[in-house]
């Protein structure tokens, strides 16, 4: 299996933005972004259909919605061999049972294999970071189409984790000089 880099970095993908998600039921939203992201076919002996099942699963156990209009709905597989991350736009809105009873506009999903903690954990922390920027969401919603928001999420996200790592590398030099 060859992975296909972008300029974003090693968890988003060129082909990772499912525009115009037009559909009421969270899960059918959720079933749709994993059909039209591209960034799912990159998993090996997996089935889209069978990890959507996968996260869908684990939104009927509890809603990954955060509020702001987006949820961070994710699954995990052994066979997901590195983190990807996808995105779904709905203009319309969608009733995801957010904790401020908003409807969600961005679905980010995100898939990765169940030994890979800290990666997901450091995507997890990176998409919700940006998620509360208002500017972030707004500048999603008003792409002119799917490659838009693709360069806008993809150079948000790496800048965001770059931040991160640049953060993790000096605490880690701090506690090696207490």
Wanted: glycine share 8%; net charge negative; with cysteine.
């Amino acid at each position: 299996m060859g992975m296909s880099m972008s300029s974003y970095g090693p968890f988003f993908h060129h082909g990772c933005v499912a525009w115009h998600i037009d559909c009421n039921d969270k899960f059918e939203a959720i079933r749709r972004i994993v059909y039209q992201s591209r960034v799912f076919e990159e998993i090996d002996g997996l089935d889209p259909n069978e990890f959507a099942d996968i996260v869908i699963a684990r939104e009927r156990i509890q809603s990954t919605a955060l509020g702001h209009g987006v949820a961070v709905a994710h699954g995990r597989s052994p066979k997901v061999e590195h983190p990807l991350v996808a995105l779904g736009i709905s203009h319309e809105g969608i009733a995801f049972d957010s904790p401020d009873g908003q409807p969600v506009h961005l679905i980010f999903v995100v898939a990765n294999h169940p030994s890979q903690q800290v990666d997901y954990l450091s995507i997890l922390s990176t998409v919700a970071r940006l998620a509360r920027n208002p500017s972030f969401r707004n500048s999603l919603l008003c792409a002119t189409g799917g490659l838009e928001a693709e360069h806008i999420f993809g150079q948000a996200f790496q800048e965001r984790m770059e931040a991160q790592y640049a953060l993790g590398r000096a605490m880690q030099a701090r506690a090696g000089c207490a």
